[in-house]
Structures are given as C-alpha cells and as structure tokens.
C-alpha cells in the first residue's frame, strides 16, 4: 500500500474519530460472508458506521487524536473492525444479540468518554443514551405534578359534593 493511500485512510479514521463520539473495537474472525452482510445491515438500520481496518492505521488515526487512547492498543490484534455510534449503548446492544456465539466479539470501547475493556459488554449496554435519561427526568418530574392535580381534582369534588349537600339541606 503506497504511503498517500494509508494517510488518506488514516485522515478518514481520524474524521471519523471526531465525527463520532462512541466507538467499539470488534473482532469478526470466525463471521462467514453471509453473517457479516447481515451484520452489516443490522449496522445499517441501528444507524451504525462499521468499518473494517488495519491495526496499524487505527494506531496512527489514534496516536494522531487529542484523545489518548492507549489503553486500547493492546485490542488492536488480529481482524479489527470499528463499530463509530452517535449513541453509547446501541452497538453494545447489538453485540449482545451475538454474545451467545462468541462472534464478533468485543475487544474494547470508547463511550461516554470512558475506554471499555472486552469484558464490559454488560456496563456498555446498561449507559443510557441522552433520549433515554431525558425521558426518565421528565418521567420523574411529571410523577408529583400529576399526584398534585390528582388531588386537587378529587378535594375538588369532595368540597363540591359536601357544599352541595349543605345546600340541598333544608333549615
């Protein structure tokens, strides 16, 4: 490979690397053609970028980022692909689908701004994207508003039926 084609790939590793704030590190060795195409589409559909690369690239695409990622070189063996999300948890899940055959397996993370080690499938799945935690707070903070009013509305009626009660009364 001429030495302008691996600083193109490296220059796009590292567009990606910024592009995308969570990335995985997956090993597809033991995956048939046919089980990588519908890993493929199933990236495809869960709005996954999955590329397959050199270890070598990827060690210069990361040594050229502001971010030291070398926690992660020692992943970097054997066939690689790079799993880029713009949420934390969604290839993890995907992973997780797959973990009952062992392929592909995980060989490290960079989520939440935190590098994952292969055995934190589980953590990788349980961070809760934004949209997820969004919604439980506006959950949590609906719940005593609406206890409030629910409240109100039946003292609403309690008064009422008492008040009218009172009026009906002869004297």
Same mark, same amino acid.
């Given at each position: ?9 490296? &220059?796009?590793?590292?567009?990606? *690397?910024?592009?995308?704030? @969570? ?5 597809? &060795?033991? *995956?048939?053609?046919?089980? #990588? +195409? !519908? ?16 270890? #070598?690239? *990827?060690?210069?695409?990361? %040594?050229? +980022?502001?971010?030291?990622?070398? $926690? ?12 880029? &999300? @713009?949420? /934390? !948890? ?29 055995? %934190? ?7 809760? +994207? =934004? !949209?997820?935690?969004? /919604? ?5 903070? %609906?719940? $005593?508003?609406? !206890?409030?009013?629910?409240? *109100?509305? +039946? ?8 008040? =009218? #009660? ?6």
């Amino acid at each position: 490979m001429k030495k302008e084609v691996k600083d193109t790939i490296i &220059a796009e590793l590292g567009a990606k *690397l910024k592009e995308f704030p @969570h990335f995985y590190l997956v090993d597809l &060795a033991g *995956l048939n053609a046919e089980a #990588t +195409s !519908n890993l493929r589409r199933k990236c495809f559909k869960n709005d996954i970028k999955m590329i397959v690369v050199k270890n #070598t690239l *990827l060690r210069e695409a990361f %040594q050229a +980022s502001d971010i030291d990622f070398e $926690p992660l070189y020692g992943a970097l063996k054997g066939t690689t692909a790079v799993m880029f &999300a @713009h949420t /934390a !948890n969604v290839p993890a899940k995907l992973l997780k689908e797959y973990a009952k055959e062992g392929v592909p397996a995980l060989k490290g993370a960079y989520a939440e701004e935190t590098i994952f080690g292969a055995d %934190q499938l589980e953590a990788l799945v349980a961070i809760k +994207s =934004k !949209n997820e935690v969004i /919604a439980e707070i506006v959950a949590l903070l %609906q719940s $005593p508003a609406k !206890n409030v009013i629910s409240a *109100l509305q +039946s003292g609403a009626n309690t008064i009422h039926g008492v008040l =009218k #009660t009172l009026g009906e009364r002869p004297e």
